[in-house]
C-alpha cells in the first residue's frame, strides 16, 4: 500500500522560508527523499501540499477510504500553522479512525513561542515527530511502516 505524504500552509515555501528554522531543503527534495524512503521499505510514496484547510480535511477523508480498502498504509502530516488552530483538522482525523496520521514538526514548537505549544492533531495522531529537521518526515514514515508491521 501507498503512503500519502501530506504537507499543510507554507510549505511549498520550503527552502526559502525562513531557513534558520526550517533549513535549505525544498519541499520538492523532501518529497524525494520521501519517496526513496518509501520505496526502500517497500511502499509507495503520494504527496500533496496545500494551504488550504478544506483540501487538506478532504485529502484524510479519501485517506481513511483508502485505508479501509488496504490502499493506503497511513499519512505523514505536517499541519503547518493549523496544527495550532484547526479543530475541523482534529475532527476529520477522529472521524477517519483508525487510519494512523503521523504529525511532523521540522522545528521543535516546543521551544518556540507559547502558540505553538498546544496541537490540536497530537491528541488523534499516531505518532508524533518533532525537531529533527526534514529528517523528520523520514523518521516518520519508518514509524508508520514500523507499527503497520507490528499490528
Ligand atoms: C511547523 C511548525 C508550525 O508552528 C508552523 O506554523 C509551521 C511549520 C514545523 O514544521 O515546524 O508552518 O509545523
Given amino acids: 500500500p501507498a503512503i500519502l505524504l501530506l504537507n499543510g500552509p507554507n510549505l511549498n515555501l520550503l527552502g526559502t522560508r525562513e531557513p534558520g528554522t526550517y533549513g535549505a531543503a525544498t519541499l520538492a527534495d523532501v518529497e524525494a527523499n520521501c519517496r526513496a524512503t518509501a520505496e526502500r521499505l517497500g511502499h509507495t510514496l503520494e504527496a500533496l501540499q496545500s494551504n488550504h484547510e478544506g483540501v487538506l480535511i478532504d485529502a484524510i477523508h479519501a485517506a481513511g477510504r483508502r ?3 488496504g ?3 497511513g499519512v505523514v502530516m505536517n499541519p503547518g500553522a493549523y496544527t495550532h488552530t484547526s479543530v475541523a483538522l482534529h475532527d476529520a ?3 477517519v479512525a483508525p ?3 503521523m504529525e511532523v514538526h521540522i522545528s521543535n514548537v516546543h521551544a518556540r513561542e507559547a502558540f505553538r505549544h498546544h496541537s490540536y492533531i497530537s491528541p488523534v495522531a499516531a505518532g ?3 525537531g529533527f ?3 523528520g518526515y523520514e523518521l516518520a514514515i519508518e514509524g ?3 507499527k503497520a508491521a507490528a499490528r
Fill in 99 to 101: 487510519l494512523p496520521v
Fill in 128 to 130: 508524533i515527530v518533532v
Fill in 93 to 95: 482525523i477522529a472521524g
Fill in 144 to 146: 508508520l511502516v514500523r
Fill in 133 to 135: 529537521g526534514v529528517a
Fill in 67 to 69: 485505508f479501509k480498502a
Fill in 71 to 73: 490502499e493506503l498504509l
